[in-house]
């Protein structure tokens, strides 16, 4: 089948197709269409009424704006840093929701998407695109929005795997041609090194991991350099990934699912990463409701799932999308892997996080601060990892937690936790 001839348009006359009272989608992560996203703020005058989901998108969210209120509102899946304000300013909304879950919301037509913006990689000769580095929830809207409208991008790779759209199915195309945004992580410090060394203590050889992205991930997965054949079967991963496959630490040979294969839903690193999954048959970027559906996470072997949060009580319940009543990202895919990992034959499911915040206030907590989300129940908890040590809480009482988690905590906060300790929760330790 010959490429199919497409006749692109400006980004003003794409958006137009844009109604008021339209739902509609943005293409998630680093893959936000930003010439189009400007393009639409700027109809903001002419539309209202328009509900925009997405997830935590990378560049600007200028609908998100307070000029752009009466036009637009933003409904997050999951909250970034461009729509966190708006969110807690009330001029944007929360919908908590597991991340296998979306495609679900789209496809069972729970929520009607009327348009979805998308940024793909050039057609190739038979006329095909991709959804590049961000497959994730997008190919559910992308199958389900009644109009798409997409940026056509030379610098998005083309990825193997679920995300592929012949571009007879734009109803209209952009070209653009700007750099992706990247995201440098800096060297991982003194105590995120230390975590990343216990977590590395906690991976056998032949495990599979998921993990997720900052310092942390970076530090865990750098500390394996001498472990052997691991896998790959996560929702993201960045640039931490690409030493240990360059080393043959990655082989991914004992995977169940997708044997010799890294999978994923959608990607955030440097311009390096990106090419290293550019038309690569070694990595596939799949739907996310398959990525971390715990049926599958759990049929391969020896699964470990490194998450984070923002505070943990000494119960093991996990807040990892607010600071008290403020929503600061979202639920995201931590429960998905958390109980896939757990149900893993030898799977450990971990949250690591620094025993402090930048503050000097404890993240290991009596309680936690009133209007914190619970995202991983004290019933799904197992591994916590700070830089004093690890905690297993699997099979544990409240007494025993508390006894480890006071332990995990910085030695200038365990005295007040252990008071504390025994004035809430009546328990001694």
């Given at each position: 089948m010959?490429?199919?001839?497409?006749?692109?348009?400006?980004?003003?006359?794409?958006?137009?197709v844009?109604?008021?009272?339209?739902?509609?989608?943005?293409h998630?992560?680093?893959?936000?269409?930003?010439?189009?996203?400007?393009?639409?703020?700027?109809r903001?005058?002419e539309?209202?009424?328009?509900?925009?989901?997405?997830?935590?998108?990378?560049g600007?969210?200028?609908?998100a704006?307070?000029?752009?209120?009466?036009?637009f509102?933003?409904?997050?899946?999951?909250?970034g840093?461009?729509?966190?304000?708006a969110?807690?300013?009330?001029?944007?909304?929360?919908i908590?929701?597991?991340?296998s879950?979306?495609?679900?919301?789209?496809r069972?037509?729970?929520i009607?998407l009327?348009?979805?913006?998308?940024?793909?990689?050039p057609?190739?000769?038979?006329?095909?695109?991709?959804?590049?580095i961000?497959?994730?929830?997008?190919?559910?809207?992308?199958?389900t929005?009644?109009?798409l409208?997409?940026?056509?991008?030379?610098?998005?790779?083309t990825?193997r795997g679920?995300?592929?759209?012949?571009?007879?199915?734009f109803?209209?195309?952009v070209?653009?041609?700007?750099?992706?945004?990247?995201?440098?992580?800096?060297?991982?410090?003194?105590i995120?090194?230390?975590?990343?060394?216990?977590v590395?203590?906690?991976?056998?050889?032949g495990?599979?991991l998921?993990?997720?992205?900052?310092?942390?991930?970076?530090?865990?997965?750098?500390?394996?350099?001498?472990?052997?054949?691991l896998?790959?079967?996560?929702?993201?991963?960045?640039?931490?990934v690409?030493?240990?496959?360059?080393?043959?630490?990655?082989t991914?040979?004992?995977?169940?699912?997708?044997?010799?294969?890294i999978?994923?839903?959608?990607?955030m690193?440097s311009?390096?990463?990106?090419?290293?999954v550019?038309n690569?048959?070694?990595?596939?970027?799949?739907?996310?409701?398959?990525?971390?559906?715990?049926?599958?996470?759990?049929?391969?072997?020896?699964?470990?799932a490194?998450n984070?949060?923002?505070?943990?009580?000494?119960?093991?319940?996990?807040?990892?999308?607010s600071?008290?009543?403020?929503?600061?990202?979202g639920?995201?895919?931590?429960?998905?892997?958390?109980r896939g990992?757990a149900?893993?034959?030898?799977?450990k499911p971990?949250?690591?996080?620094?025993?402090?915040?930048?503050?000097?206030?404890?993240r290991?907590?009596?309680?936690l601060?009133?209007?914190?989300?619970?995202?991983?129940?004290?019933?799904?908890?197992?591994y916590?990892?700070?830089?004093?040590?690890?905690?297993?809480?699997y099979?544990?009482?409240?007494r025993?937690?508390?006894?480890?988690?006071?332990?995990?905590?910085?030695?200038?906060?365990?005295?007040?936790?252990?008071?504390?300790?025994?004035?809430?929760w009546?328990?001694?330790?």
């Open positions: 010959a490429a199919q001839h497409y006749s692109p348009v400006t980004p003003q006359e794409a958006v137009s844009i109604q008021s009272g339209d739902n509609l989608f943005v998630s992560a680093g893959a936000s269409p930003q010439v189009l996203v400007k393009a639409l703020a700027e903001s005058g539309l209202h009424d328009v509900n925009i989901y997405q997830l935590h998108t990378e600007e969210a200028p609908y704006s307070p000029e752009c209120a009466d036009s509102r933003v409904k997050n899946l999951f909250v840093g461009n729509t966190r304000k969110v807690n300013e009330g001029r944007a909304d929360f908590p929701v597991f991340l879950d979306v495609p679900r919301l789209f069972r037509k729970i009607e009327d348009v979805a913006i998308l940024q793909v990689s057609p190739d000769k038979n006329g095909y695109c991709t959804l590049g961000s497959v994730d929830t997008s190919l559910a809207a992308a199958q929005a009644k109009k409208i997409a940026e056509i991008n030379p610098n998005m790779p990825t679920d995300g592929d759209l012949h571009i007879s199915r109803d209209k195309v070209e653009v041609d700007y750099a992706l945004p990247t995201l440098q992580i800096p060297p991982p410090n003194e995120e090194s230390k975590i990343g060394q216990y590395a203590e906690l991976v056998e050889d495990s599979t998921q993990m997720g992205i900052g310092a942390i991930p970076n530090a865990a997965l750098a500390a394996m350099t001498s472990h052997k054949e896998g790959i079967h996560t929702e993201m991963f960045s640039d931490g690409l030493e240990l496959v360059h080393k043959g630490v990655i991914n040979e004992h995977k169940v699912k997708h044997r010799n294969h999978v994923s839903g959608f990607l690193g311009r390096n990463l990106y090419d290293f550019d690569n048959p070694l990595v596939r970027m799949l739907d996310i409701e398959y990525v971390n559906d715990t049926s599958v996470i759990r049929q391969n072997p020896k699964v470990v490194i984070s949060a923002i505070e943990v009580d000494i119960t093991g319940q996990v807040c990892a999308d600071i008290g009543t403020r929503i600061y990202s639920v995201g895919g931590q429960m998905d892997f958390m990992a149900l893993s034959i030898g799977g971990i949250i690591a996080l620094p025993s402090t915040t930048g503050r000097g206030l404890s290991i907590a009596t309680t601060n009133l209007g914190a989300g619970v995202v991983t129940t004290r019933a799904h908890a197992r916590i990892v700070t830089e004093y040590g690890i905690a297993d809480l099979g544990r009482s409240i025993d937690r508390a006894r480890q988690l006071v332990g995990l905590a910085h030695p200038d906060h365990r005295e007040r936790l252990e008071r504390e300790v025994f004035e809430t009546n328990v001694k330790i």
